[in-house]
DNA sequence: CTCGATGCAAAGTATTTGCACCTAT
DNA sequence: ATAGGTGCAAATACTTTGCATCGAG
């Protein structure tokens, strides 16, 4: 995402925070800026170290409270890869993809297919059921770690 | 599952001790009829209840390590629903379905959808990835708490 | 008789919360 | 000025582990 998309999506987050009455302190800018440095699914320990390793010091308690608020604000999403704690990755509109696990290297990749979202809508209808959301892993080798 | 059929995957899962060297004491005999005296998913703390309302005490500890026995003995498989805790579901041979999550009223339903299996396959060819298993799951409204 | 199993309590992980102090608005 | 935010340490929720004792094979 460039600096420019960033910008834009740092003033949805401002809004976001000032039509609740919530504030934009310079903890919750860091941790932003940080979380959308890089395209990687990450875990809030990474985000902890990665601050650290930049100098920017922000408690563990602040970096959960702004992830949840990211989460609620619609700029990220949470994902649970099988694992007891959360990953994080963030929200593109009106894009939807699913993930590969590699059980192997621990490689997590991205794929998307239509087919199968229609197939899901089409599981929604026969239920009655109202879809908020949904997803699919498929966990494995992948091809480097086959050979 | 007829009690006869409980007997069957008892055996088995005796033969898969036994032939590792473990023992199939009155503990393991009391969390193996317990888990599969029911057809629901559950979570260790339900099989701790269920436990104590029959009078029948089993520490924690040995819930757990009977729990881990039985996903690799290959009698439960490990789900995890978005929260933090694993929830458990008896395997049945050839038999793979998914879930559609109620946010509403936690109501968990089943389906399959051979046509999203083989997509899922198409995927995996599409990525040279072995799968090794996968899971869907919706999380939405049900019919009922759509009124 | 021997090695694995059990219960308990303590230790781990990941995350949340209470509180005194601080600061963006 | 004041409601909301922060860091810290303690609390929580779920699960695992160390250890002394027990019991299945």
New binding site residues.
Partial sequence: MSDKKIQVEEQRF?DY??S?????????RT?FWRVFATHKHF???DLLLGLRQNHQ?????????????LVKSGHLREVIFG?????YEHVHANEHHDHLICSGCGKIIEFTDEAIERLQDKVCLRYKFESESHRMQIHGLCADCRK
Wanted: proline share 3%; no cysteine.
């Fill in positions: 401002k925070l000032a609740r009455g919530l504030k934009y302190t310079p903890e919750r941790i875990e809030a320990e010091r922000v408690s563990k308690a602040t970096i959960y409270r702004t992830l949840t608020l694992e007891k704690h959360s990953h």
